[in-house]
């Protein structure tokens, strides 16, 4: 989970009449241990304790909102400030209460009433909130500040982006339709129009010498690679460099692909070599067009700092309690089991190159969808291990086990009507997912 690139402001409120020399100590501890876990901590050090002072951080919070507002209860304080600091926001705000021990004597800090009394004025005025009452080093505090942080970061990158959509989804993939319209209310993402024409147009177009370069690279990386068409496999590369241009051109940070019939039918050649390749430099491309696949991939690799991949549910073995994922040779090379060296292959069906053949690394992922499956926003939300097999299908395939029984999973996937489409990345991103969720509002589907 990302934290270095993270934007997290810390502000320590205290009243001056509670014991300001303790809670000084306890705020510099809540910072050490924030910065010590890799999270960049941004603004001054310095208590909050008038109404002024709020009113002059909260316009510095509307110029650079944060991914995480840590508004830290240093000492009691009524709960103006604390809403004056949230209430026009909308990153996420953890409220952090600091625990005393009873002595008999003056309560030095009362931090967790203060803490109760911003979070009854933050629900009265519909400020969303998390809370955490914990010593400064507390580990699980840290961990939520981490979690939370990174679901900000997901948020504010989606609001503002720009996803590339190339032709349009096939006839009878119903799952790869999309709102265009909600999706820019729900995440302030835009889908930009791209014609295959265009894309063509420039694949035609493209630098011999760029070509060849490429072509050299992917010698080192596949194998069986001088066995296939070389005019088809240059043109693979030619359809990378024309998608790549647009996306540079248009500031896109995904593309969504009609892959299939129109880029073997008219441009002679499989659209998933390029894909792969975007992918692995973390502009993700989801084929047949699939705009919610790509949103949920860029999502993914924005958690994991790692690429994505969007692969079909193809198996499932309820005596093993396995399955299997897939797709055609898009997934990127970088999710390669590198005990057996990738391979350079044709598509089953169409049998033009250029695709990606290997079996994926073993590991923990995590498995998402932002489905709109039933009329309305879900994130579709699992962990499996990846397991140690041979392949299992041509293409990119997987052998998974899933953390819940995969006839629960399956009976999920096909009660509940979602879509065929299955973005992965390496790692357990659930948390920060679950938050992202509910800052969106949007109800979570366990798989």
């Not at 996937?413 to 489409?421: D, K, M, T, V, W």
């Amino acid at each position: 989970m990302l934290t270095t690139d993270v934007n997290v402001r810390l502000v320590a409120i205290a009243r001056t009449t509670f014991d300001t020399e303790l809670a000084h100590q306890l705020a510099v501890q809540v910072r050490s241990s924030l910065l010590e876990a890799g999270i960049s901590l941004k603004g001054a050090e310095a208590f909050v304790s008038e109404l002024d002072e709020a009113q002059n951080i909260s316009q510095e919070l509307a110029e650079d909102p944060p991914d995480l507002l840590v508004l830290l209860q240093a000492t009691f304080a009524d709960s103006t400030l604390a809403v004056q600091l949230a209430g026009n926001m909308e990153s996420a705000v953890l409220l952090w209460g600091l625990p005393e021990t009873p002595t008999g004597g003056r309560l030095r800090l009362n931090s967790l009433c203060g803490i109760n009394l911003a979070a009854h004025a933050f629900k009265r005025q519909a400020i969303d909130y998390y809370y955490v009452f914990a010593a400064p080093d507390d580990s699980a505090a840290v961990q939520l500040v981490q979690t939370l942080a990174a679901a900000g970061r997901v948020r504010r990158l989606l609001s503002g982006a720009r996803i590339g959509r190339v032709g349009e989804n096939p006839v009878g993939f119903d799952s790869c339709q999309f709102d265009a319209n909600a999706l820019a209310s729900l995440l302030g993402v835009t889908i930009v129009q791209i014609s295959l024409e265009r894309v063509f147009q420039l694949a035609r177009e493209a630098d011999s010498k760029s070509v060849d370069e490429l072509y050299r690279g992917l010698q080192r990386k596949l194998k069986g690679l001088e066995e296939l068409d070389l005019s088809a496999v240059r043109r693979t590369l030619a359809g990378y460099l024309a998608l790549r241009q647009i996306a540079n051109d248009e500031q896109l940070g995904g593309l969504g692909v009609q892959c299939w019939p129109q880029f073997f039918t008219e441009l002679e050649c499989a659209a998933c070599g390029a894909m792969s390749m975007l992918s692995d430099e973390l502009t993700p491309c989801s084929c047949e067009a699939d705009i919610n696949g790509t949103i949920t991939q860029l999502i993914l690799q924005t958690l994991s700092g790692q690429p994505a991949f969007g692969s079909d549910l193809v198996a499932a073995d309820t005596e093993a309690d396995t399955a299997v994922l897939w797709h055609c040779g898009l997934a990127p090379l970088s999710m390669a089991d590198t005990s057996v060296p990738a391979k350079g292959t044709i598509h089953s069906n169409r049998k033009l190159p250029l695709l990606m053949e290997f079996a994926l690394k073993p590991g923990r992922i995590t498995v998402a969808r932002l489905s709109e499956s039933g009329g309305r926003f879900r994130f579709v939300l699992g962990t499996a291990d990846v397991k140690k097999a041979p392949l299992s299908f041509s293409g990119t395939s997987g052998v998974v086990q899933f953390k819940r029984p995969i006839s629960d999973v399956l009976d999920t996937i096909l009660r509940e009507g979602l879509e065929h489409h299955f973005s992965i990345t390496y790692g357990d991103h659930v948390s920060a997912l679950k938050a992202l969720a509910k800052q969106l509002g949007l109800e979570v589907v366990d798989l």
